[in-house]
T-cell receptor, first 112, second 115 residues
């Protein structure tokens, strides 16, 4: 039981490049989330998916897109990376009604 | 809108002493409150939650938290700190009345336990 897995662990991009962050969970959870973590700002929600087939914007969605590929997988795409998107990205999942989220190990992204 | 405040960027405590990490929140409905811990280069780990019931909630690794509705606080406590407790701690709130039920995090408090 791997929990929540994320790939890649590290990535360096140049401004304007695109990439997709992958996330998968094997706990049969309905809800999945993407957060970014910046120093002193805690975690901020980018997008979430309450269930397979649905996605909604969080607090900071600009510059990102998401795909809930199936119940297990939720990807985050940066179409044209900007230095302001340099951050650590966390994927999380939770079952319905459980209340708390299980986090992946994170992806450290640097945009030059 | 819901919000969480962690007024201390860092808390320093000697090993064996009690520790408190402060958290206050604001929601329009009833709060679901959480504490998470983050060790270096790791994701967040759930410590404990308050949903309803007793105001004193016990969680993992000997931590507990006290819910105070009148002061809108949910402070994290431990009677005797360990060096291994040194980490980044996040308080979070979910307003179960709001659509989307998004989890809002505080800015985090770094706990340093000195031997």
């Amino acid at each position: 039981n791997a929990g929540v897995t994320q790939t890649p662990k590290f990535q360096v991009l140049k401004t304007g490049q695109s990439m997709t962050l992958q996330c998968a969970q094997d706990m049969n959870h309905n809800s999945m989330y993407w957060y970014r973590q910046d120093p002193g700002m805690g975690l901020r929600l980018i997008y979430y998916s309450a269930s397979e087939g649905t996605t909604d914007k969080g607090e900071v969605p600009n510059g990102y897109n998401v795909s809930r590929l199936n119940k297990r997988e939720f990807s985050l795409r940066l179409e044209s990376a900007a230095p302001s998107q340099t951050s650590v990205y966390f994927c999380a999942s939770s079952p319905v009604g459980f209340g708390w989220e299980f986090f992946g190990p994170g992806t450290r992204l640097t945009v030059l | 809108a819901q919000s969480v405040a962690q007024p201390e960027d860092q808390v320093n405590v000697a090993e064996g002493n009690p520790l408190t990490v402060k958290c206050t929140y604001s929601v329009s409905g009833n709060p679901y409150l959480f504490w998470y811990v983050q060790y270096p280069n790791r994701g967040l780990q759930f410590l404990l939650k308050y949903i309803t019931g007793d105001n004193l909630v016990k969680g993992s690794y000997g931590f507990e938290a006290e819910f105070n509705k009148s002061q809108t606080s949910f402070h994290l406590k431990k009677p005797s700190a360990l060096v291994s407790d040194s980490a980044l701690y996040f308080c979070a709130v979910r307003d179960m009345k709001n659509a989307g039920n998004m989890l809002t995090f505080g800015g985090g408090t770094r706990l340093m336990v000195k031997p």
